[in-house]
């Protein structure tokens, strides 16, 4: 059974940082893309970062310079550094991991406050 389990969600204010962390098993997790996405009231889950099994990070425009995406292959784990933290951040934040077929962990909530 594939899990994805997120933690180091929040609450911070605005300028703070927070460390995301994704647990997965069940999966050759070195084999795998992985991600961060996040979801906030009424609007779309969107990418936040990726990282293949090889090769460099992708981040959205919001994320650059700002948040950092890691993987610990032999941890099985993926992390989301996210610092200069702003308002616009809180989201419910998700992990992702994708090869043939996709996992989603269940998500962890992230609130900055002004």
């Known amino acids: 059974q594939v899990r994805l389990v997120e933690s180091g969600g929040g609450l911070v204010q605005a300028g703070g940082s927070l460390r995301l962390s994704c647990a997965v098993s069940?999966?050759?997790?070195?084999?795998?893309?992985v991600g961060w996405y996040r979801q906030a009231p009424g609007n779309e889950r969107e990418l936040v970062a990726a990282?293949?099994?090889?090769?460099?990070?992708n981040y959205a425009e919001s994320a650059k310079g700002r948040f950092t995406i890691t993987r610990d292959n032999a941890k099985n784990a993926v992390y989301l550094q996210m610092n200069s933290l702003k308002p616009e951040d809180t989201a419910i934040y998700y992990c992702?991991?994708?090869?043939?077929?996709?996992?989603w962990g269940r998500g962890t909530q992230v609130t900055v406050s002004s």
């Open positions: 069940g999966l050759t997790f070195g084999n795998y893309a």
């Open positions: 990282l293949g099994s090889g090769g460099p990070a």
């Open positions: 992702n991991a994708r090869l043939w077929a996709e996992y």
